[in-house]
T-cell receptor, first 107, second 114 residues
Framework: KNEVEQSPQNLTAQEGEFITINCSYS?????LHWLQQHPGGGIVSLFM???GKKKHGRLIATINIQEKHSSLHITASHPRDSAVYIC?????????FGTGTSLTVIP | NAGVTQTPKFRILKIGQSMTLQCAQD?????MYWYRQDPGMGLKLIYY???????DKGEVPNGYNVSRSTTEDFPLRLELAAPSQTSVYFC?????????????FGDGTRLSIL
């Protein structure tokens, strides 16, 4: 049983395309965390949100608490966006992670 | 500005050996976490700490031990290494200055048990 489900598992896009990655969860949460894992393995925080929408550059994250769903959007995708995107939810003092979405952006 | 520092980056152990994975942070964060990442799986929480002297089990604590004697350091110990502990281990820290602070991750330790 996975508390966090991501879709799609793998995604290939042409440079410039608009990309959406989805995250659904089954537990009560206080916040949701979007992370990026580079091919070398390092993990970087993108967004932490508990309601509404956040935007940073070409990245937009939204969350619907009632539907237990979040989306990460990338506008005007670029090959340097190629990475694994991970959704994690904060429940109490712990975080539960999805298995990640592997994104490849082709020039 | 070091952030979260993990050592070593790579290690090969024989079955039954023991070792300590080191994690240090210089951001004065109270919350620290140890995760393991296996191929095709999400990160799984091994242990976490909410402050010096306080630790608690996560989802997969068996075969591991931790201690938190200072705010900066949160070492993870494997006492009797088993092949099932082959994984990539990540340490993370988080501030509790206000709610919903993001985690900051170390670069990971790739551990193989042969």
């Amino acid at each position: 049983k996975n508390e966090v489900e991501q879709s799609p598992q793998n995604l290939t896009a042409q440079e410039g395309e608009f990309i959406t990655i989805n995250c659904s969860y089954s537990v009560g949460i206080s916040a949701l965390h979007w992370l990026q894992q580079h091919p070398g393995g390092g993990i970087v925080s993108l967004f932490m949100l508990s309601s509404g929408k956040k935007k940073h550059g070409r990245l937009i994250a939204t969350i619907n608490i009632q539907e237990k769903h979040s989306s990460l959007h990338i506008t005007a995708s670029h090959p340097r966006d190629s990475a694994v995107y991970i959704c994690a939810v904060k429940a109490g003092n712990q975080f539960y992670f999805g298995t990640g979405t592997s994104l490849t952006v082709i020039p | 500005n070091a952030g979260v520092t993990q050592t070593p980056k790579f290690r090969i152990l024989k079955i039954g050996q023991s070792m300590t994975l080191q994690c240090a942070q210089d951001m004065n964060h109270n919350y620290m976490y140890w995760y393991r990442q296996d191929p095709g799986m999400g990160l799984k929480l091994i242990y976490y700490s909410v402050g010096a002297g306080i630790t608690d089990k996560g989802e997969v604590p068996n075969g591991y031990n931790v201690s938190r004697s200072t705010t900066e350091d949160f070492p993870l110990r494997l006492e009797l290494a088993a092949p099932s502990q082959t994984s990539v281990y990540f340490c993370a820290s988080r501030s509790d200055s206000y709610s919903n602070q993001p985690q900051h991750f170390g670069d990971g330790t790739r551990l193989s048990i042969l």
